[in-house]
T-cell receptor
Framework: GAVVSQHPSRVICKSGTSVKIECRSL??????MFWYRQFPKQSLMLMAT?????????EQGVEKDKFLINHASLTLSTLTVTSAHPEDSSFYIC?????????????FGPGTRLTVL | AQKVTQAQTEISVVEKEDVTLDCVYE???????LFWYKQPPSGELVFLIR??????QNEISGRYSWNFQKSTSSFNFTITASQVVDSAVYFC???????????FGGGTRLMVKP
């Protein structure tokens, strides 16, 4: 099956610093990747849709200047949490869409747990 | 707008009991996909099943079975003879396409006690 990786798996940072999270499709090309956020004991909420070579589409209520998304290649999308604060502490999960003709399916990464002190 | 409701936030059963996790969805689309995922404590989502809106056949996979009822907009998940390893949070999700963004339900935390 298709594999999606995320790096780092866990990060702890000080308030005010920026953190970059990478999402890679290891064995397929993904023109579209999705970024979800999951607060403790809550569901996954879509933050943004990342499209290779173009600007990301953000969901309502998600600050695009705070959560910078770059999808520079068909196998890599990055999410940068700028000037992170404790309320940004969450589990960030990406998924990548594998496409081929009329078939498309998405595969989830293992997630990145961000803790902001 | 799409919406998924998992009314049961937590379920506790004793090993070997059968348990059904409910999922009710709302969508205006005529074509859509429904999913179930398992999220163990590690956090990684484990894909369990995908079903498209045109296929109402129930499915069985080992101890797992799914009941898709379009008439009631439900896609329920049953675990037969539950085991401790089934303890996890289970999410039902809805998407416009298999590769499109998903709307997740609130999740059901299943605790299977020995």
């Amino acid at each position: 099956g298709a594999v999606v990786s995320q790096h780092p798996s866990r990060v702890i940072c000080k308030s005010g610093t920026s953190v970059k999270i990478e999402c890679r499709s290891l064995d397929f090309q993904a023109t579209t990747m999705f970024w979800y956020r999951q607060f403790p004991k809550q569901s996954l909420m879509l933050m943004a849709t990342s499209n290779e070579g173009s600007k990301a589409t953000y969901e309502q209520g998600v600050e695009k200047d705070k959560f910078l998304i770059n999808h520079a290649s068909l196998t890599l999308s990055t999410l940068t949490v700028t000037s992170a604060h404790p309320e940004d502490s969450s589990f960030y999960i990406c998924s990548a869409r594998a496409e081929g003709g009329s078939y498309n399916e998405q595969f989830f990464g293992p997630g990145t747990r961000l803790t902001v002190l | 707008a799409q919406k998924v409701t998992q009314a049961q936030t937590e379920i506790s059963v004793v090993e070997k009991e059968d348990v059904t996790l409910d999922c009710v969805y709302e969508t205006r689309d005529t074509t859509y996909y429904l999913f179930w995922y398992k999220q163990p404590p590690s956090g990684e989502l484990v894909f369990l099943i995908r079903r498209n809106s045109f296929d109402e056949q129930n499915e069985i996979s080992g101890r797992y079975s799914w009941n898709f009822q379009k008439s009631t907009s439900s896609f329920n998940f049953t675990i037969t003879a539950s085991q401790v390893v089934d303890s996890a949070v289970y999410f039902c999700a809805l998407g416009r396409g298999a590769g499109n963004m998903l709307t997740f339900g609130g999740g059901t935390r299943l605790m299977v006690k020995p």
